[in-house]
Structures are given as C-alpha cells and as structure tokens.
C-alpha cells in the first residue's frame, strides 16, 4: 500500500511539472513564434515586405514591423486589449515581440490583475519587482520598469510599465539574439559615427553639384 501511494504521488508529481512546463512556453505569444522568419510573420501578419523598416544592415541586418490590432476581435465585436506589436528580427529572424496594450481596455486594471492573468497562461512569475509610485516614476523621467518577469535559459517575458504614461506592454524575447542585437547595434552605430563625415561630403558635393547644373540652366535662360 505504502509502495501505491509513492507512486501515485510520484505520478501526480510528473503531471505537474508537464503541466508547468507547457504553460511555460515563453517563446509563443498569439501565434507567433520567436525563431521564425520573416516571411513566415508576414504571412502570418497579413503584413507586407513593404511594411517592414530597416534599422541597420551591419554588421547584423536588424529590421522591425509593426502590426496594429484590429479594434474588434471574433463576432462578439469585443475590443482587443492589445493596441499594437512590434515585431524586431536579427538576420531574418523574429528574436522580440514588443506589445503595448490599448488603454482603454485596460482601465482600471492593477499590475497584480496582470500579473495573475499572464500567470495562469504561462506559470508563476519568476521575479515580481515592488510596486512604483507611478507619479514618483513619472516625475524624476524614469525608464520603462520591469513589473514583472517570466524567464527560463532560453527566452524572457517581461511586463513592463512606461514612465511617461504608466501604460503596460509585454517585451518577450531570445536573450542570447537580444544580447547578440545589443552588441551589434553599438557596432552599426559606431560604424554610422565613423562615416558621417564621409557621407555629409559627398552629399554636400551632391547638393553642390545640383545646385550648379541648376545655375548653368537658369544662367543661359535669364534675361534681364
């Protein structure tokens, strides 16, 4: 009898992790998935390649696409609560999901409403920081706080709230892609330093140049 009830516990035990475990899959928001490529979220999106900007193509290709939410979700006609996400990729790669939650669905909610609603899809929050005065935050222009965070090796899900505003978003993303970002966004942007002055010339010479065809023109046709 001892040995059956050991292995009942033993059993209950395992289900419980697998279920935590597959609650835990931080790398999954609304359908999309962080590793895919971008035209996978394109089509995904209904977004076009024409919607997608450039942030830098050294030394990593770093673009961004935002995709607005439609103001109603299903027949009900009920709002979404999310206002827009922001989709960035490393390479082709989805490595972040950036989403800002429209207000007005979110009126009134407290950061522990949140934090429990995100907790029963995707486990216990592994870091809940202490509560902010939102108008203390706002008044010495703080940055974007961490409420709270979902984590594991691999993948980050973190709660956010603004400082300008108090609103809440989602950050979601690879952590070993962020870093790699992180690093190469530093890199394009010493790179962009280091040729500013280069490319200033060039377009000066260009305006210079422009500017000289135009008087050649004006200068035949002029009549005083």
């Known amino acids: 009898m001892k040995a059956i009830r050991s292995l009942i516990f033993c059993l209950s ?14 790398s999954k928001y609304r359908g999309l998935s962080l590793g895919e490529n971008l035209g996978s979220v394109l089509k995904f999106s209904g977004q076009k390649l024409a919607d997608v900007k ?9 673009q961004e696409l935002v ?17 827009q996400i922001v ?15 429209d207000q007005s669905s979110m ?15 995707y486990g216990p929050a592994t870091g809940v920081e202490s509560e902010i005065d939102p ?9 974007a706080e961490v409420v709270a965070s979902w984590a594991d090796s691999r993948f980050s899900f973190d709660l ?23 690093l190469a966004t530093a890199e394009a942007l010493k790179l962009e330093e280091q040729e500013r002055p280069s490319k200033e010339a060039v377009e000066k010479q ?3 140049d422009v500017l000289e065809v135009t008087r050649e023109k004006n200068q035949k046709s002029f009549r005083p």
């Open 135 to 143: 108008a203390m935050n706002a008044r010495y222009n703080m940055k």
């Open 160 to 182: 956010v709230r603004t400082s300008y505003s108090n609103y809440f978003g989602l950050v979601i993303y690879a952590k070993k892609i962020n870093t790699d970002v992180e």
């Open 206 to 208: 260009k305006a210079a």
């Open 13 to 26: 035990a395992l289900l419980l992790v697998g279920s935590t475990l597959r609650a835990q899959d931080l």
């Open 54 to 62: 450039t942030i830098h193509t050294r030394p990593m290709l770093m």
């Open 87 to 101: 989709l960035s990729f490393a390479d082709g790669e989805l490595y972040k999901i950036s989403v800002t939650y």
């Open 107 to 121: 009126e009134g909610l407290t950061a522990s409403d949140i934090v429990q609603s995100i907790s029963a899809k």
């Open 67 to 83: 995709w607005w939410q439609p103001n109603s979700s299903g027949s009900s006609g009920q709002r979404d609560n999310v206002d």
